[in-house]
């Protein structure tokens, strides 16, 4: 149990545009999910923490209206990147925890690549 | 911030046994993990300790020091597929909320 899954793998696109990640619980009710970013040989980094029903908490540093988090259901949050940069480039991955777990499960990450 | 410090890198031997230390600050402790990362790949989760003592796993343990602000994972019988990146996460809030540590690259060798 606890499966959590990230859509798409890996993504590239061209700056300026937007892309829109996927993370879904598939097999438990997350009304938690948490958002991070991990650059080359770097460790993860919190960028958000999306709750069910209600805006987004954003760390220090990152901009909302740039990573717009939307967690519409108690099974999907929602990442996208607007206008993106070549800078944005990076390594996405949302995790979750139910209850009870005591852990986190972490999505597969997504690969993004702005050229 | 919460200073979460683990070594680098290290270096062991196919079948021998290994431990991976870290180092965190107790104020608003509230839970400690351990994750496994493969390169290219998410972190998958090893361990979790909330009180002091030993967690043991198969091959892995987890021992925690509230106290101390201390934390090592144990790998034993060490194999080939071990070397990864080991990070250490610390929650300190009931919200959830975890810090990482910049990780341990394990290099497991013949």
């Known amino acids: 149990g606890a499966v959590v899954s990230q859509h798409p793998s890996r993504v590239i696109c061209k700056s300026g545009t937007s892309v829109k990640i996927e993370c879904r619980s598939l097999?438990?009710?997350?009304?938690?999910m948490f958002w991070y970013r991990q650059f080359p040989k770097q460790s993860l980094m919190l960028m958000a923490t999306?709750?069910?029903?209600?805006?987004?908490?954003?760390e220090q540093g990152v901009e909302k209206d740039k990573f717009l988090i939307n967690h519409a259901s108690l099974t999907l949050s929602t990442l996208t990147v607007t206008s993106a940069h070549p800078e944005d480039s990076s390594f996405y991955i949302c995790?979750?925890?139910?209850?009870?777990?005591?852990?986190?499960?972490f999505g597969s990450g997504t690969r993004l690549t702005v050229v | 911030g919460q200073n979460i410090d683990q070594p680098t890198e290290m270096t062991a031997t196919e079948g021998a046994i290994v431990q991976i230390n870290c180092t965190y600050q107790t104020s608003g402790f509230n839970g400690l993990f351990w994750y496994q990362q493969h390169a290219g790949e998410a972190p998958t989760f090893l361990s979790y300790n909330v009180l002091d003592g030993l967690e043991e796993k198969g091959r892995f343990s987890s021992f925690l020091s509230r106290s101390k602000g201390y934390s090592y994972l144990l790998l034993k019988e060490l194999q080939m597929k071990d070397s990864a990146s080991y990070l250490c996460a610390v929650r300190y809030t009931n919200a959830g909320k975890s810090t990482f540590g910049d990780g341990t690259t394990l290099t497991v060798k013949p």
């Open positions: 999306s709750n069910e029903g209600s805006k987004a908490t954003y």
């Open positions: 097999d438990f009710q997350a009304t938690t």
């Open positions: 995790s979750a925890t139910r209850t009870g777990q005591g852990g986190y499960t």
